[in-house]
Nanobody, 118 residues
Framework: VHLVESGGGLVQPGGSLRLSCVAS????????MGWYRQAPGNERDLVAA???????NYVDSMKGRFTISRDNAKNTLYLQMNSLKPEDTAVYYC?????????????WGQGTQVTVSS
């Protein structure tokens, strides 16, 4: 399993970013996928998930601001993040998801840093 996240950066509050995750080593289209994030001192938590059929689910604080999507032909997962807040600052990771919130694979990518600051 190989997961490569990209698209993070420094953005001002209210700004937008689009994260990408390219997956390999497994049949991407068969798996629910999710974006997790980890802020310093915090655990890594799921923030958004998408089933293999395209149904989505979000943590309440992300609803209306974040949009998760996938392109199975490209083995790629996306997270469009709008109206970013300083509390969104974290390293963002992707993984397959099982049982609603749990990461499937032990191997994580390097993540992509998102920093929201003026």
């Amino acid at each position: 399993v190989h997961l490569v996240e990209s698209g993070g950066g420094l953005v001002q509050p209210g700004g937008s970013l689009r994260l990408s995750c390219v997956a390999s080593g497994f049949t991407f289209s068969n798996y629910a996928m999710g974006w997790y994030r980890q802020a310093p001192g915090n655990e890594r938590d799921l923030v958004a998930a998408i089933t293999n059929s395209g149904s989505t689910n979000y943590v309440d604080s992300m609803k209306g601001r974040f949009t998760i999507s996938r392109d199975n032909a490209k083995n790629t997962l996306y997270l469009q993040m709008n109206s970013l807040k300083p509390e969104d600052t974290a390293v963002y990771y992707c993984n397959a998801v099982f049982d609603g919130t749990l990461p499937t694979f032990d191997d994580w990518g390097q993540g992509t840093q998102v920093t929201v600051s003026s």
